[in-house]
């Protein structure tokens, strides 16, 4: 059975900081790309970050240079750190790892930003 597991949202100030994590199971997990996506209230989901299995990244443009995607194999965890978050930031952060044909999510952690 295939879990992904988002946690590490919340309540934070512009400006802030705040990790995600994301733990797998049920998956060869180092062959997987791996992704965060974000869904505001009232808005379509975007892709926010990505990182092939060969440790490849890119980001949307609203977060370069302000989150940063990593992953470890061994833990089979993928991180979203971000920093200098801004109210637009607001939004459900998903999880999702894929391996063509196969795509899973995970049930999403709210992240806040707000003075």
């Known amino acids: 059975q295939v879990q992904l597991v988002e946690s590490g949202g919340g309540l934070v100030q512009p400006g802030g900081s705040l990790r995600l994590s994301c733990a797998a199971s049920?998956?060869?997990?180092?062959?997987?790309?791996l992704s965060w996506y974000r869904q505001a209230a009232g808005e379509q989901r975007e892709l926010v970050a990505d990182?092939?299995?060969?440790?490849?990244?890119k980001y949307t443009e609203s977060v370069k240079g302000r989150f940063t995607i990593s992953r470890d194999n061994a833990k089979k965890m993928v991180y979203l750190q971000m920093n200098s978050l801004k109210p637009e930031d607001t939004a459900v952060y998903y999880c999702?790892?894929?391996?063509?044909?196969?795509?899973?999510w995970g049930q999403g952690t709210q992240v806040t930003v707000s003075s």
């Open positions: 999702n790892a894929r391996l063509s044909p196969w795509s899973y």
């Open positions: 049920g998956i060869r997990f180092s062959r997987y790309a």
């Open positions: 990182i092939t299995s060969g440790d490849i990244t």
